[in-house]
């Protein structure tokens, strides 16, 4: 069983669409993350969640909405894509947020034409 | 503010080679320290971790000492093998408990047989 998992892997689509990706973890942890990595593999952190409360909320477009339904569960809604939305965008969940100590999924892949 | 700087990519070492990836910082107080590795088409894994100084993260024959001192986290490894090639990020959790984890800018290594 996967300990994080990302849908879709990857999503091509066209400027101005709307499109999500959704984010699920079984460890039973407490706190979840998205991250975006650019192409020249920077990683740099968006959003993070705490027992589905919104703790951490970077400089990102307001285009750039997540949701956590519950503490297993976050998801990322991006609307009016632009062509600086491509990226790899990662999911991650910790067992509380006083650690740096990570689980990652594998990514998902947005490729913006 | 806080950050992490790595040696530039890409490293191209021959197999049974000793690798040094070298990994500095900027943060106030006692960050705790972290090397994850991203290997191709997946996401990022925990490969080791010092919390303090002086103490010694190891796994997979890689290692990496907290040098408070010249506030560095070098990662080494005494053989690479094939299997090793990937992108190696350091990494920093700030001790001012931000709840985030902040990234260098990855270095893709590159072992040949």
């Known amino acids: 069983d996967t300990a994080v998992s990302q849908t879709p892997k990857y999503l091509v689509t066209q400027m101005g669409n709307d499109k999500s990706i959704k984010c699920e973890q079984n460890?039973?942890?407490?706190?979840m993350y998205w991250y975006k990595q650019d192409s020249k593999k920077f990683l740099k952190i968006m959003f993070s969640?705490?027992?589905?409360?919104?703790?951490i909320n970077e400089t990102v477009p307001n285009r750039f909405s997540p949701k956590s339904p519950d503490k297993a569960h976050l998801n990322l809604h991006i609307n009016s894509l632009e062509l600086g939305d491509s990226a790899v965008y990662f999911c991650?969940?910790?067992?509380?947020?006083?650690?740096?100590?990570?689980?990652f999924g594998e990514g998902s892949r947005l490729t913006v034409l | 503010g806080d950050s992490v700087t790595q040696m530039e990519g890409p490293v191209t070492l021959s197999e049974e080679a000793f690798l040094t990836i070298n990994c500095t910082y900027t943060?106030?107080?006692?960050?705790?320290l972290f090397w994850y590795v991203q290997y191709p088409g997946e996401g990022l894994q925990l490969l080791l971790k010092a919390t303090k100084a002086d103490d010694k993260g190891s796994n997979k024959g890689f290692e990496a000492t907290y040098r408070k001192e010249t506030t560095s986290f070098h990662l080494e490894k005494g053989s690479v093998q094939v299997s090793d090639s990937a992108v190696y990020f350091c990494?920093?959790?700030?001790?001012?408990?931000?709840?985030?984890?902040?990234f260098g800018q990855g270095t893709t290594l590159q072992v040949k047989p």
């Open positions: 969640y705490n027992n589905k409360e919104l703790i």
């Open positions: 943060a106030t107080g006692y960050p705790s």
């Open positions: 991650a969940s910790s067992p509380r947020t006083d650690t740096g100590e990570l689980f």
């Open positions: 990494a920093i959790f700030p001790s001012s408990n931000t709840g985030k984890l902040i």
């Open positions: 460890l039973g942890h407490d706190t």
